[in-house]
Nanobody, 127 residues
Framework: QVQLVESGGGLVQAGGSLRLSCAAS????????VGWFREAPGKEREFVAA????????YYADSVKGRFTISRDNAKNTMYLQMNSLKPEDTAVYYC????????????????????WGQGTQVTVSS
């Protein structure tokens, strides 16, 4: 069982930065791939980024590539999403999610391959 708690969301102007954190409970965090998704009002939940258990392999949605960076600190049971050059279209509730396997599958953008989810943190980017 893995419990995930996101933090770090807030209101920021376009062009600004935020760093989201996802703190995990349970001893299995360090051996599982994890990811970030987001859900904007009236839209479906979409993939943002994913990282394998060691941090060696990362994956990004085209819409955030070059602006967002996913990372993890297994010693702290925490995952991060550094978001730079934020745009109004990045406004959404951001969720962290965990797999029960160490590697990110080819279907990494499919929310159904992540069985554990946090409650989400709101990110609002003003223009």
């Amino acid at each position: 069982q893995v419990q995930l708690v996101e933090s770090g969301g807030g209101l920021v102007q376009a062009g600004g930065s935020l760093r989201l954190s996802c703190a995990a409970s349970g001893r299995t965090f360090g051996v599982n791939a994890v990811g970030w998704f987001r859900e904007a009002p009236g839209k479906e939940r979409e993939f943002v980024a994913a990282i394998n258990w060691s941090g060696d392999n990362t994956y990004y949605a085209d819409s955030v590539k070059g602006r967002f960076t996913i990372s993890r600190d297994n010693a702290k049971n925490t995952m991060y999403l550094q978001m730079n050059s934020l745009k109004p279209e990045d406004t959404a509730v951001y969720y962290c999610a965990s797999r029960t396997f160490p590697e990110v599958p080819s279907s990494f953008a499919d929310q159904y391959v992540y069985p554990y989810w946090g409650q989400g943190t709101q990110v609002t980017v003003s223009s």
